[in-house]
């Protein structure tokens, strides 16, 4: 049995991206464009794991998550948030931002410089 994954994302390149890695590995993967999206994904498809990207416009990926997290029925849904800041400043501002809400970081390795990914290429173009 494979894991199904939400992958949210405004940046359709960045979307198809991540989408493209995960269905190599054989995950069943769901998509959203808008956080609005997401949240009626999340209570419709019930992913094993969200990848949320945290600068989206309307709904930013910080309120998703809250609100994931505030509903009893998908509290206990893990939550990697995905970012392009790159400056610490950025991340910080983002961590401070989070508040109370309890979360999980984690470092999943170095971020995909899209211009030395092959797969990358392929999926901005």
Known sequence: MTARVLIVDDVMPNLRLLKAKLDR???EVITASSGQEA???????QPDIILLDVMMPDMDGLEVCRRIKKNPETAYLPVVLVTAIDQPQGVEVVLG???QLQHDLLALGQPVQM???P??????G
């Open 25 to 27: 590995e054989y995950f």
């Open 39 to 45: 949240l009626e994904k999340v209570e419709r498809e």
């Open 97 to 99: 931002r989070l508040g």
């Open 115 to 117: 211009g030395q990914d």
């Open 119 to 124: 797969l990358a290429q392929d999926c901005l």
